[in-house]
């Protein structure tokens, strides 16, 4: 089993940045892709970023590339979301997932573990 919790989250001005931390325990998370995914009220949740057991190959949702960048740290077993330039759409609950498949994956169902979620918030 492996355990997800996402933190980082917050209220913040739309042009501003966060960094969204995935610490995992109970396994080893190297051996996972990883992938974030955010849900905003009344919405279906959307694929946003994932990163391969390597990190070598990223894939980042068409919305938020070039200002998003996922990466991971397998020594410290925690991955990020570096969000830029955010803006009110990006307003959602982001979750943090581990995915058995290793390499890119973006569809819900390819995630075996999923974290709680931390609120994001961008404000005008």
């Known amino acids: 089993q492996v355990q997800l919790v996402e933190s980082g989250g917050g209220l913040v001005q739309a042009g501003t940045s966060l960094r969204l931390s995935c610490a995992a325990s109970?396994?080893?998370?190297?051996?996972?892709?990883m992938g974030w995914f955010r849900q905003a009220p009344g919405a279906e949740r959307e694929f946003v970023a994932c990163?391969?057991?390597?990190?070598?190959?990223?894939y980042h949702a068409g919305s938020v590339k070039d200002r998003f960048t996922i990466s991971r740290d397998n020594a410290q077993n925690t991955v990020y979301l570096q969000m830029n330039s955010l803006k009110l759409d990006d307003t959602a609950i982001y979750y943090c997932?581990?995915?058995?498949?290793?390499?890119?994956?973006?569809?819900?169902?390819?995630?075996?573990?999923w974290g709680q979620g931390t609120q994001v918030t961008v404000s005008s």
């Open positions: 109970g396994r080893t998370i190297s051996r996972y892709a």
């Open positions: 990163i391969s057991w390597t990190g070598g190959s990223t």
């Open positions: 997932a581990a995915s058995n498949v290793q390499t890119i994956a973006i569809r819900t169902d390819a995630y075996d573990y």
